[in-house]
């Protein structure tokens, strides 16, 4: 029976260093997102479209990643969850780090501090960039829209009060974005 227990401690070892290491790389990752989002809000600001395409192609293969950790999380979250006897939705890493030694509860509450952050981070920067790219079509919107004023026909009326069009112009745009 104490082999059984060391062999069950040696899982749990285990599990927690996988669960860790799988931490460490989400909150690695969580951070470089975080700098694409702050450099796609300086490519708005600053009308660069080829690095604001380059920062959308960068965020699209962080949230890939984390996709895939997210999976491999989950996976390592529901064998816990069976060592401890308790629901998987239930085995936050709060409830994680009061049901393990102390050595990993710290570093559990680390990664959960650091991640909470981040994401609030990279929800706030996400909101703003939204509202930047907004605001940027709208501007672009008006301007197409004072264009096509500008180069609708122009009518003039003759002494003899018929209407003549001169058609100097078309239109440059569809009216579509």
């Not at 708005?44 to 690095?51: C, H, L, N, P, T």
């Not at 999976?71 to 994680?96: H, N, V, W, Y």
Request: charged share 30%; glycine share 4%.
């Amino acid at each position: 029976m104490h082999e059984n227990h060391l062999y069950a401690r040696a899982i749990d070892m285990n599990m927690m260093t996988n669960i860790l290491n799988l931490l460490e790389a989400e909150t690695d990752i969580y951070r470089s997102l975080l700098g694409v989002l702050n450099r796609e809000r300086d490519a708005v600001v600053d009308s660069r479209f080829e690095e604001l395409n380059e920062a959308s192609k960068e965020k699209e293969n962080l949230l890939l990643q984390i996709r895939i950790l997210e999976e491999q999380r989950i996976q390592i979250t529901e064998k816990l969850a069976g060592m401890f006897e308790c629901p998987t939705r239930d085995l936050t890493l709060s409830r994680l780090s009061a049901l393990v030694e102390k050595e990993y509860a710290v570093q559990l509450d680390k990664y959960r501090t650091n991640m909470s952050v981040l994401i609030r981070d990279i929800e706030n920067l996400n909101n703003q960039n939204r509202e930047l790219v907004s605001h940027s079509l709208d501007l672009v919107n008006g301007s197409i829209s004072i264009l096509e004023r500008l180069m609708a026909s122009e009518r003039i009326y003759h002494n003899t009060g018929q209407l003549q069009s001169r058609n100097y112009s078309g239109r440059v745009f569809s009216g579509e974005v």
